[in-house]
């Protein structure tokens, strides 16, 4: 059982050389960067999919505390094309790909960009021959984009405040 004592020794090791880099977690204490993320205010956004991106951004980030002012504001912008890419050999299309481009910029209390970027999500759904099917599916894929929109986001806006403190 060497190996035991050999993957004890590693972890041990690992522990070690995280505490002496500085690491610490993103969702430890509420004053890191949980706190300075719960207190970023989302924009509305335009249209029934920036909506369910609002939804998925406010389900995403830490709650505010009451009374607790925002610090940031998050202003979004969000594009949806379509594309069709299973076409069969009579022209028939049977997937397609389902892309949502969300621009975003976050400002401090001033109104100042402070940060932006361009995120990108893509979800696939087949075309069936029943058009309620299909549009079934590409709601499905609007809501599986919009997630993973907003984890992106998220995930961009903990590493910038994180660098910051």
């Not at 999919?49 to 980030?61: E, H, I, K, P, S």
């Not at 940031?72 to 892309?99: I, P, S």
């Not at 995930?155 to 910051?164: E, Q, T, V």
Request: net charge positive; glycine share 8%; hydrophobic share 50%.
């Amino acid at each position: 059982m060497w190996w035991r004592s050999a993957a004890a020794i590693a972890a041990i090791a690992a522990a070690a050389a995280l505490a002496g880099c500085g690491f610490a977690p993103l969702y430890g204490e509420r004053e890191g960067v949980r706190g300075m993320l719960a207190r970023v205010e989302v924009e509305t956004v335009a249209d029934r999919t920036g909506q369910l991106l609002r939804n998925a951004l406010l389900l995403a980030l830490p709650p505010r505390r009451a009374g607790e002012a925002p610090s940031w504001r998050l202003v979004l912008t969000l594009d949806e094309t379509r594309q069709r890419v299973g076409v069969e050999e009579h022209a028939v299309a049977t997937r397609a790909n389902l892309t949502l481009a969300a621009r975003f910029v976050l400002e401090d209390a001033a109104g100042a960009a402070k940060l932006s970027g361009r995120l990108e999500s893509i979800a696939s759904y087949n075309i069936l021959p029943s058009p309620y099917a299909t549009l079934a599916a590409e709601r499905n894929a609007r809501a599986r984009a919009t997630s993973q929109l907003a984890d992106a986001v998220v995930a961009r806006l903990a590493a910038w405040l994180g660098g910051r403190g």
